[in-house]
């Protein structure tokens, strides 16, 4: 329906003279000209022409044309009233027709607007789309007529329009018939546009609606065929889980089989977590539409999520139960080792999976095992040791001990290292392999020695050990050749067969090894001394010299053999003479020698036990001889001999001969002839040095006495000095003080320098050349009694 347009009304009175209505309705006005007029027609009172003034007849024209005004305001005014009667009974029929549509749609409105919102069910939505089809085939029933009642209303006022006047004041009792058209028009109008707005509204609300019905129940239809999958799926995905066996009954090796398994299966859910986002999405977006799930889907909606989520969390707590477990008890586990510490420590993982240790009561945390940082507090105790090889052999011993190493076989650590494949040994190790090793190992050894053995402690504890001499950045890396170098140094086995197994490790397939690879193994081994601080004693972390000093039994050639290489390693090499004394002190902790020892007077003799080659009936306790421990009147002369185990008649006619040899030599002679007890490797840092640090006294089985510790090669120098380390002037106490004994562990020319003061030396006093000069006197009387 076109809008209606107000127009300008042609009915406006003439504006020629505009009276009220009171003027036309007062007959009883004598000056009216109508009077006059009537009597001039009438012949009444007509003055003759010869009376007539000029001014009379003015007057008389005057009156003549206002009676003619008169007679056509009368004619229009019969003609306006009729057409107002018309336009009266037409806007009439209009206007109920009008008031009846606007009541008719505003019902109709209110009954649209009762139809929501709509219920969450598909039932229900369908049944609802089945009464707006009705609805709206009423209201389309019922357009022809508001069209045409419509239509009528647009030609009335196309016929009939109004201009937009001020309407007049209601308590107004004059309105004029113009007014009263216009009003009426007016209203109309009014009318016309209120029904044609709410028949539009009514039309488009219908169509949006029907839209609005089709969008939700195609949504609902989803909604409920979604679920309907969702339910079949997380039923087969329950059933699954039924199946699940618990986390304890499962074997150790199936783990990692059931943790794939697990896995898959979650894979699968996917398309289900997909599902359920979109059940959702749907819901929302119906409760966005203002649409909300009838009790019975929404009840299914939250079962199928509460479902769901009871699933994921199952799954997922299945994983790490799973991971867990295979992580605590698997072959990379590490958790049966937290029994090696006890409240208020905790072992604790780092990422590479280097372990550490927390206390909780003192809030810290530390790399070493609280059990390793007691044994090296304890490691303190040796530090008065004078001699730096047997220093730190019985440290090493200490630590062999504390790491049940010393009862492992090299025979048996080889099998492991064969079982665990830790061929070739340049390979790189992490820290879980390393304790797949040794736990292996320690159960080994439990099983070929049939005795109880903490394993968690003894592998924690060997694993602590390994960090620190090859790993000190705790990088959680190593290679298995520095695995294999610390085992094998630290097993109980024969020294021999230590050296010919570490050479065997980096020889190539032919049994030969080049410098390169010599130099590889050495570099090694030196790292043990060294974690202790005393690498300065046997040439430094420069193993180049030991390299030079191997190479000289070669030949010539570039490549060594392995005769070659123990033959060296026989004469025991400065760089590993360490390795050696900590055989011996193994063996000599077993000993007991039926002797008194001359200065603490002990007997008998435990360990090992020192007997002069200068002095008859004078042996030495290991704890006085190593640590310089002196008692007055006791002034040792050397040389000396070491025993390890116990003497035999033999040796003891050896070094009483050896002794009454030696009572006849000069001081000259030892100068001319130095014995040392180890084979010398000068460094760059020993160019200007010929001594190098003490190792061990001579040993028996050495037919040259080689194996005689450094005061020995220097029995001359210390003879001409006339100074004695046993005697009241140093003692114990006052021998060095604690910085002059760091510093002499720290360089190894500093380790140098007081090597005379920390040894024993041949004291050539008065008593003893009394003694000498009776012993001689007595020789050569029995030397006359055989000649005569």
């Known amino acids: 329906m076109q809008p209606m347009v107000r127009q300008e009304c042609p009915y406006a009175l003439p504006r020629c003279h505009e009276w009220r209505a009171a003027d036309l309705s007062d007959p009883s006005s004598t000056s009216h000209p109508q009077s006059q007029v009537k009597a001039i027609q009438d012949g009444a009172g007509l003055p003759s022409v010869t009376q007539q003034t000029p001014q009379s007849v003015v007057k008389l024209q005057t009156a003549l044309e206002m009676n003619l005004c008169w007679n056509e305001i009368k004619k229009k005014s019969h ?20 008031q009846e549509i606007i009541d008719w749609l505003s019902q109709k409105d209110e009954e649209l607007s009762a139809q929501l919102p709509l219920r969450g069910d598909v039932l229900l939505v369908q049944q609802e789309k089945e009464t707006h089809a009705a609805f709206m085939e009423e209201v389309k029933s019922r357009g022809p007529y508001i069209y045409s009642v419509l239509e009528s209303a647009q030609a009335f006022l196309s016929q009939h329009p109004f201009e937009e006047l001020e309407e007049p004041n209601s308590e107004s009792k004059d309105v004029s018939p113009r007014h009263r058209i216009q009003n009426i028009s007016r209203f109309v109008w009014k009318q016309a546009n209120v029904a044609s707005e709410l028949w539009e509204k009514l039309t488009a609300r219908c169509v949006d609606q029907h839209r609005h019905i089709e969008r939700t129940l195609e949504q609902l239809l989803e909604i409920k065929g979604a679920m309907e999958e969702l339910s079949t799926t997380l039923d087969q995905a329950e059933s699954v889980r039924e199946t699940w066996e618990p986390i304890g009954d499962l074997f150790i090796d199936s783990l990692p089989e059931h943790i794939q398994a697990t896995k898959l299966f979650k894979e699968e859910l996917s398309p289900m977590k997909d599902g359920v986002k979109l059940v959702n999405d749907l819901a929302h977006q119906l409760a966005i539409s203002d649409v909300h799930l009838s009790m019975e889907n929404s009840r299914a909606l939250e079962q199928i999520n509460t479902r769901w989520k009871q699933l994921q969390t199952s799954v997922n707590e299945r994983l790490k139960q799973l991971q867990d477990a295979h992580r605590d008890f698997g072959p990379g586990s590490q958790h049966f080792l937290s029994s090696s510490v006890q409240i208020p420590w905790e072992r604790a993982i780092s990422p590479n999976k280097v372990p550490y240790y927390i206390n909780h009561q003192a809030q810290t945390t530390c790399w070493d ?48 290292f064969s079982e665990h494949e830790l061929q070739p040994s340049d390979r790189v190790m992490d820290v879980v392999e390393v304790i797949h090793c040794l736990t292996a190992l320690y159960e080994r050894l439990e099983e070929e020695r049939g005795i109880l053995v903490n394993v968690p402690l003894c592998v924690d504890m060997s694993l602590n050990w390994l960090l620190n001499v090859f790993d000190s950045g705790r990088s959680g890396k190593m290679r298995a050749l520095s695995f294999k170098t610390g085992v094998a140094c630290m097993c109980g086995t024969e020294v021999k067969e230590k050296f010919q197994y570490l050479f065997s490790q980096v020889a190539n397939p032919g049994g030969l090894c080049d410098q390169r690879h010599l130099g590889i193994l050495l570099h090694e081994a030196i790292q043990v001394p060294r974690q202790l601080g005393e690498v300065a004693a046997f040439g430094g972390s420069n193993v180049e010299p030991s390299v030079r000093s191997c190479f000289r039994f070669s030949n010539g050639k570039p490549v060594i053999e392995v005769s070659q290489f123990l033959e060296w390693a026989n004469l025991e090499p400065q760089s590993m003479v360490w390795l050696a004394v900590l055989h011996r002190v193994t063996i000599a902790e077993q000993v007991k020698h039926q002797t008194k020892c001359s200065v603490c007077r002990q007997c008998p003799i435990k360990g090992f036990r020192y007997r002069s080659l200068k002095q008859f009936n004078v042996d030495i306790c290991q704890t006085c001889f190593l640590t310089g421990r002196a008692s007055k009147g006791n002034k040792l002369h050397y040389p000396i001999m070491e025993y390890y185990t116990p003497t035999t008649s033999s040796e003891n006619m050896r ?34 040095f010929s001594e190098t640090p003490a190792s061990s006294p001579m040993l028996p089985h050495a037919d040259t006495h080689s194996r005689i510790e450094h005061f020995a090669s220097r029995l001359a120098e210390m003879e001409s000095q006339n100074c004695s380390f046993f005697n009241d002037s140093l003692s114990p106490d006052d021998s060095l003080d604690e910085d002059q004994y760091l510093l002499r562990h720290s360089s190894p020319i500093t380790d140098r320098e007081p090597v005379g003061s920390q040894q024993a030396k041949d004291s050539v006093n008065t008593n003893d050349k009394g003694e000498l000069e009776r012993i001689l006197a007595h020789l050569e009387d029995e030397n006359r009694y055989v000649c005569g």
């Open 79 to 98: 003609s306006l009233r009729a057409r107002l009667e018309a336009f009266s009974d037409h806007s009439g029929k209009l206007q109920l027709p009008l």
């Open 369 to 416: 095992h609280p059990k390793m940082t007691e044994l090296y507090q304890t490691l303190a105790d040796l530090n008065n040791i004078k001699f730096s090889a047997y220093r730190t052999a019985m440290k090493l011993r200490r630590v062999q001990k504390a790491l049940r190493l010393d009862m492992v076989t090299l025979a048996t650590a080889l099998e492991i």
């Open 655 to 688: 070094d009483f001969a050896t002794t009454l040899k030696n009572k006849f030599r000069s001081k000259q002679y030892f100068s001319k002839h130095p014995q040392r007890g180890y084979l010398p490797v000068q460094s760059v840092l020993e160019a200007d």
